[in-house]
Nanobody, 119 residues
């Protein structure tokens, strides 16, 4: 019943910025660690960034210094601020989260949002 929905993807020029959102909804639950992953055509899905419930963050080396992950626990929403975008950032970006509902924890994925960076 709990769902993750990404939004904010689109087309942007190299060097530009974009802000992605991931909203969780669908009942009584708590969000634990949340993650962003991405998958480019013909490539494996890769981990991009993560944020713990308390706000501690970690980033892949490929995006460190350019991307910023954040969350608003009151709104059950996670964000990814992307700047200095490059064509190699083009991918479908997926939201992932560990949620706790009815006393059980489950790994949940969103459907993804397309980010295209033009040169």
């Amino acid at each position: 019943q709990v769902q993750l929905v990404e939004s904010g993807g689109g087309l942007v020029q190299a060097g530009g910025s974009l802000r992605l959102s991931c909203a969780a909804s669908g009942g009584i639950f708590s969000l634990n660690t949340m993650y962003w992953h991405r998958q480019a055509p013909g490539k494996q899905r890769e981990w991009v960034a993560e944020i713990l419930r308390g706000g501690i963050t970690n980033y892949a080396n490929s995006v460190k210094g350019r991307f910023t992950i954040s969350r608003d626990n009151a709104k059950n929403t996670m964000y990814l601020e992307m700047s200095s975008l490059m064509p190699e950032d083009t991918a479908v970006y997926y939201c992932r989260a560990w949620i706790t509902t009815s006393g059980f924890s489950t790994d949940l994925w969103g459907q993804g949002t397309q980010v295209t960076v033009s040169s």
